[in-house]
């Protein structure tokens, strides 16, 4: 998980569930001039997004997909409103 820019001076989390699913927590402040650079590495085809989504599901199946980031084998789940 990565908290983005600035937040409050203090923060309640739930670490049982961090723990639980041996999540990783970070912030990072400085991050402006990024977005326009990945956004030009997707388009110019230098990064495959495709590749990143490691499961689809239907809408019917929203709650699976919903808990598929517990399985650390999983990027992206994609829930799809109807079929490809």
């Known amino acids: 998980m990565v908290l983005v820019g ?3 001076d203090e ?3 739930p670490f049982g569930l961090i723990q639980q699913r041996e999540l990783k927590l970070t912030g990072t402040f400085r991050y402006a001039g990024t977005w326009p ?3 030009a590495l997707a388009a110019s085809g230098q990064v495959d997004l495709d590749s ?3 499961a689809e599901y ?3 199946e929203t709650e699976r997909a ?3 980031g517990r399985d650390p084998r999983q990027v992206k789940a994609v829930v799809r409103s109807e079929a490809r």
Request: glycine share 6%.
């Open 11 to 13: 923060l309640r989390l």
């Open 52 to 54: 990143l989504v490691t």
């Open 6 to 8: 600035m937040g409050p």
């Open 58 to 60: 239907s809408l019917a």
């Open 66 to 68: 919903l808990t598929a």
């Open 37 to 39: 650079a990945a956004i």
